[in-house]
Structure formats: structure tokens, C-alpha cells
């Protein structure tokens, strides 16, 4: 399953009209797409499947340690993430798909 490292929550939008579109910017490992380390934004995110974060695109991601800046800054930060996230519906769920087979996640 593909796993961030280094990661840090952005937003999508430009100010003052901005909504709201959190998505996840690291380093990535055990992903076939990509080389490991490879720096990535992923698609935004859905919400999340127990401690699994779920992206629109139906990714579903591990989080490693964030971003020494986001450490800093903001203690704890995959706890908080984790805890503001809404878990994902069964809409979203039948379109998660394993990175490896490509096939359905239930």
C-alpha cells in the first residue's frame, strides 16, 4: 500500500474565493506508479477508511511522519488530520482500487 513520508496537508483554491480542497504533498514509497521517494501532491482528499487516508482518485494512502516544518508547527498532525477527516461513504469505497492489481477495494 502506498505510504507518505515527509508529508504536509495543502489546499487547493485561490483566495478570497478558496474552498476548502486538502491534499496530501510527500514523498512516496511502495507505490508501482512512481519511483520510491518520489516527491507527489495526490488528488484531494475523500476522508478516511480507519487510520487510511482516501484520496478522490480512490488511492488509498498510509502516513509515515510528516514534514519536519508541519511537525513543528503543527504537533501531532497526523492525529489531528486523522480525527477531522470524515470517514469515507460506500459510494467512495467501491471506487478505491488496490495500487498493485487494480482491482476493488471493499
Not at 14 to 39: C, I, Q, T, W
Request: glycine share 8%.
Amino acid at each position: 500500500m502506498p505510504r507518505l513520508e515527509n508529508w504536509s496537508v495543502k489546499t487547493k483554491g485561490n483566495f478570497p474565493f478558496a474552498v476548502s480542497m486538502p491534499y496530501l504533498n510527500g514523498d512516496v514509497y511502495e507505490d508501482h506508479r512512481f519511483k520510491d521517494g518520489s516527491n507527489i501532491s495526490t488528488s484531494t482528499i475523500s476522508g478516511k477508511l480507519g487510520d487510511l487516508i482516501v484520496t478522490k482518485s480512490g488511492t488509498v494512502y498510509t502516513l509515515g511522519n510528516p514534514s519536519e516544518f508541519c511537525e513543528r508547527n503543527f504537533p501531532n498532525a497526523k492525529e489531528d488530520l486523522l480525527r477531522v477527516l470524515n470517514p469515507v461513504s460506500s459510494p467512495e469505497k467501491e471506487r478505491i482500487v488496490c495500487p498493485f492489481c487494480g482491482q476493488g477495494v471493499k
